[in-house]
């Protein structure tokens, strides 16, 4: 049951109409202001993240993310530096120039509003909110819904073309505060606060997502919904059954790890696949 009228198909709009839409994340390198960054000129770093995302291309990945993976441990979105958002526009405008794909982007941990002005900065065109409604407690602590907000912002840039994609049910933490909510209310939930696109995921980075969490949502939801871990070619025929898309990562990578260097040749099977379907 939709709780607004029908929106545009947002996948459609990003990367064109029709099949299964699939998204290849960019694991920047430690950034400024982070833990593990050791000086190294910036300019190493957001070579490795081109590169990354020309090798998604060469594939035949159909967009990509930009993401501060290794800004371990994650900040909570009040604790992100400004350092962050310069260091992640300018990647992300290089990546969307020199690689041609769509770009979004996502700042850990729930730094939505971050996003958004790195997405407005470089002309990304969706962000990723790992908790977009209601709030649970993360590796972080105490995480809330970042929806009020982060809607408030894209208006105050001007940036509505930029598209909320929004995690139900989100990896790396409890959600014991919903639990007496069911998949189908707290999908209907990201739904009432003006979400894009819907994420279902499994537990950890690289995880694979439950069919049955990920039928639960795609039964509730009136949007796209697409998967954000867990895709390999051993489940895509399956899990890509019910997902209009996925996130994927880990199982391109070139042992199978997310901070490997994506491995094109992996990419390429995998998107066979997906093209078969």
């Not at 049951?1 to 694991?27: D, R, S, T, Y």
């Not at 990647?91 to 979004?104: C, F, K, N, Q, S």
């Not at 209601?134 to 009020?148: L, Q």
């Amino acid at each position: 049951m939709a709780v607004f009228p029908p929106k545009e198909n947002a996948l459609w709009q990003i990367f064109g109409a029709g099949g299964k839409k699939i998204i290849g994340v960019i694991h920047s390198k430690p950034l400024p202001g982070s833990p593990r960054y050791r000086g190294e000129p910036l300019d190493d770093v957001y070579r490795f993240a081109v590169a990354e995302g020309a090798r998604y291309r060469e594939g035949g990945m159909h967009g990509l993310i930009v993401e501060n993976a290794w800004d371990i441990p994650f900040a909570k979105p009040e604790d992100i530096g400004l350092e962050t958002a310069a260091a992640m526009s300018v990647m992300a405008d290089r990546v969307r120039e020199e690689v041609g794909l769509p770009v979004g982007v996502n700042v850990l941990a729930n730094g939505v509003e971050c996003s958004l002005a790195v997405a407005k900065a470089s002309g990304a065109v969706f962000v990723r909110s790992n908790q977009w409604v209601n709030a649970y407690v993360a590796n972080e602590g105490f995480v809330e819904g970042a929806a009020p907000r982060a809607a408030r912002y894209r208006a105050l840039l001007g940036a509505q073309g930029v598209k909320f994609f929004a995690d139900v049910h989100v990896k790396h933490g409890s959600h014991s505060i919903v639990a007496d909510r069911s998949l189908a209310e707290q999908t209907l939930d990201a739904e009432f606060f003006d979400a894009d696109v819907l994420i279902a995921t499994g537990q950890r980075t690289g995880g694979e997502t439950d069919l049955g969490e990920l039928e639960a949502i795609k039964e509730a939801a009136s949007l796209p919904v697409i998967i954000g871990s867990g895709l390999t070619l051993r489940n895509a025929e399956v899990i890509l059954s019910v997902a209009d898309g996925a996130i994927v990562a880990s199982s391109l990578k070139e042992d199978g790890n997310w901070w490997s260097p994506v491995s094109t040749e992996r990419v390429k099977r995998l998107m066979e696949v997906v093209e078969g379907l």
